[in-house]
């Protein structure tokens, strides 16, 4: 790649904000661990880049700081590099560009040897930029980014060279560590989002529901009715558990039928919702049906909905684990129409999972949700605790 001179005004003073583990006496601050996610990702000792993605404000810079803290303990902190690139002197400039203030910063012409760039969609040429880096320098280099569009045509560049890590707002074991001490219910009402959970203020929800949705708009879809966005995303948070069309969604927002899969697209691409499909042979989803959709935290499903029951709130926290769990061992979940027309919530390799609530035996706890189905005569259901299920102490399948 030829060097470029680069004439734009000089960062140095937002490089060295971001970097504060650079001063002397600077202290570590000990936060609470989303270990799960920081140990998968320092684990990888090989050159690959960490590629991590998810909604905005799920905690993916909290995540990129825990690797940070971990590693000024054992690596030279002036080797670290971290770059918040929506900012708005960052947001646009070349990483090249930046790495040059770096080298300048410290009268060097070596590289940090670690590369944080966090939500790296705001940045020019980041793909081609990293790339080259990656293929001719010894650097390991850790990305964020908050849209799938960072997964589609701008990842071709990397193919090969990148791991990919889903984050999704707290899982209910991370919750319970947030909050000390917490119930199934509390979580099906306050979901995961790290702020929120904090904070227990309404408002930091609705703005950072709001942030997600509006943010980058124009920049990269050319939407121009936002607030079509909010309403449909009222309208799928009261279909939970529903199957829903794009006719549908046309039909009930009275707009076109292109426009429905446009805007159902985007909030899938910035990870508001995820798409469930109905189950085919050899477990495997088929398309051809109208999906489900789930949304990426029940606080946020309680949030918008008109009707929300704590039957769907708890459907929806079990998709989102089953997901998460997905993800890591590379299988699809799906929904199952059985052939007498009854319909099974979730199937995962085989495995059936239905969220029942309130039809259970007069042993059971009334007010604690359990999952529970009936297979046949030869395998009855096992009734499972959703706590239990959500923290993974027990069997995962019926």
């Known amino acids: 790649m030829r060097m470029v001179e680069y004439n734009l005004p000089m960062i140095k003073d937002e490089i060295i904000q971001l970097n504060p583990w650079w001063e002397n006496g600077y202290k570590n601050r000990k936060t609470i661990s989303r270990f799960g996610y920081v140990d998968k990702l320092m684990g990888n000792k090989t050159k690959l880049i960490q590629l991590i993605t998810g909604a905005r404000r799920v905690g993916k810079t909290y995540i990129l700081k825990e690797i940070i803290g971990r590693l000024i303990e054992k690596e030279n902190p002036k080797s670290i590099l971290y770059i918040m690139a929506k900012l708005p002197n960052i947001s646009g400039r070349e990483v090249m560009e930046i790495l040059d203030e770096y080298k300048q910063i410290f009268k060097t012409k070596k590289l940090p040897k670690y590369l944080f760039l966090d939500e790296v969609q705001d940045l020019k040429n980041w793909q081609t930029q990293i790339k080259y880096l990656y293929d001719n320098y010894s650097m390991k280099i850790f990305v964020t980014g908050s ?116 805007y159902l697209q985007y909030l899938q691409d910035v990870f508001l919702i ?31 909905s008109k009707t929300v029951r704590e039957g769907h709130l708890a459907e929806n926290a079990v998709f989102i684990e089953l997901s998460r769990k997905a993800r890591q061992e590379r299988s699809e979940i799906c929904y199952r129409i059985t052939e007498k027309g009854e319909e099974i919530d979730f199937v995962d390799n085989g495995r059936l999972f239905d969220v029942k609530m309130g039809e259970l035996p007069i042993d059971y706890r009334e007010d604690v949700v359990y999952v529970v189905k009936k297979i046949n005569k030869k395998h009855p259901a096992k009734q499972i605790k959703i706590e239990d299920l959500l923290l993974d102490k027990v069997v995962r399948f019926l």
């Open 274 to 304: 995820y798409p469930l499909y109905r189950e085919g042979r050899s477990h495997k989803k088929v398309k051809g049906f109208s999906p489900k959709y789930y949304i990426n935290d029940t606080g946020l499903l309680r949030l918008y």
């Open 147 to 262: 849209s799938s569009l960072v997964l589609t045509k701008e990842t071709s560049k990397l193919t090969g060279r990148f791991i990919l890590t889903h984050v999704y707002p707290l899982s209910f074991a991370e919750f319970k560590l947030f909050r000390k001490t917490a119930k199934v219910d509390e979580y099906l009402n306050i979901g995961g989002y790290p702020e929120y959970v904090i904070s227990g203020q309404r408002e930091v929800l609705m703005d950072t529901i709001e942030g997600i949705l509006y943010r980058d708009l124009l920049s990269y879809y050319g939407i121009r009715n936002p607030v079509m966005l909010k309403d449909l995303l009222q309208l799928l948070c009261d279909k939970i558990s529903t199957p829903v069309s794009d006719k549908l969604v046309a039909r009930d927002l009275k707009i076109d039928i292109k426009t429905a899969q446009f």
